[in-house]
Each structure stands twice: as C-alpha cells, then as structure tokens.
C-alpha cells in the first residue's frame, strides 16, 4: 500500500511539474520565480526517487531529506519574496533566510546530524513559511482594484505554501518523535502524507493553469 501511495504522490508531481513547464512555454512569459517552480518541482520528483534508492540501498533517507529541507526552504522564501508587494516586508523574509540557517545548519550537520530527521528544523522552516504565505495572501486581498485573487496565480501558490506547512507539520513533527510505529500507523502516516501532497501540487497546477489562461485573455 505504501509503494503504491507514493506513486500516486510521484505522479502528482510528475503533472504538476510538466503542466507548469508546457504552460511557461506556450507564453514564453512570466515571473521568474513561476517559470522555477515548475522546474523545482520536477526537482522534487527527482530527489523523491533518489533519495528512495538511497533509503533501499543504506536503509534511510534522512541525509537526502534534510538537505532537501534547506533548499526547499530558500526557494519557497524566494517565492514569497517575489509576491510580496511592499518592500519593507521583503526585507524581514531576507532576515528570516538569516536566521533559519543559522539554526538550521548547525541542527542538522552537528546537534542532532544529517543521519536523523530534524523535526525541529522543519518545524521552524514551516512556521516561517506559514507566517510569511498567510500574510502575503493578506497583502493580496488589500491590493486596491478589481483583480478577481481567486483567478491568479500568487493567491494559489501562497495557499499552496500555507496549506502544505499548516498541515504537515501536526503530522511529521510528532511522527519523529514517537519511539515505535505500528504498520497501522505507518499506512495512516502515508495515507494523511499523500493526500496533503496530492491537494498541494494540485493547487500549484491550478497556479499555472491560471497563469495561462491569463496571458491568453490579455493577447
């Protein structure tokens, strides 16, 4: 049942990545940071099947992981810096970048090493992300003008980032500390895990989607 969940998640990935990568270049247009998100997340897929071989070959994935949780982590500041309309918050997504590494890294490479998953680290990165995707989509509904919001693409990713933190953390964080996990509870991590995964790059591929439909309408 896991294997067969975590093919469902690869292909989620896999349409979300390539309807961002035909969408960017059918338009040959649009910001930066959503021409990279559709690359990134075909990055994911492809760090997800490596670092499931290397959890076959050495038995645990944690090393991939947790230096995946700092990349993933700056690219996802970098897009929320982007959305961002006001420059004086742009800067304190600069000092939280700062700060996060400066407790991630000494976390993960000496306190608790890259061989155990970091529940703290994701933790802190999560909540980071939260609170900076929760107050651009504020920042979004107060842009004066008659933009529908439901019909662009910053208010998914922005849901995307929140959704995704918000709902994995009360699942990841308390599964690293348990001592012992029944396969009852493994299957029940995996099933909560993939659907959160699969809601998430949807709303990504809606992201896109919208994009698209966008740049048609205003040719």
Known sequence: MISILFQIYLSALLITGLTGVVAMYINKQGPLYLRLLSWFILLILGVEKFANFWAGKYGS?????????????????????NIMPKPAIKKWVVYADYG??????????????????????????GFILSFFSAYSLLELF??????????????YICCTILFYHCCTIPII??????????????????????TVYCMSYAMFAIAFIFHFKNRVIEK
């Open 61 to 81: 994935d944690h090393a991939i992981v947790n230096f995946f949780l700092i990349i993933q982590f700056l690219f996802y500041s970098f897009v929320l810096y």
């Open 100 to 125: 996060y590494l400066i407790i991630a890294i000494p976390l993960i490479f000496f306190v608790q090493g890259i061989n155990h998953l970091n529940s703290i680290v994701y933790f802190i990165g």
């Open 142 to 155: 107060r842009v004066p003008g008659k933009t529908n919001l439901f019909r662009t693409s910053s208010f």
């Open 173 to 194: 964080v308390p599964w690293t500390l348990l001592l012992h996990m029944t396969p009852f509870d493994s299957k029940l991590l995996h099933v909560l895990l993939t």
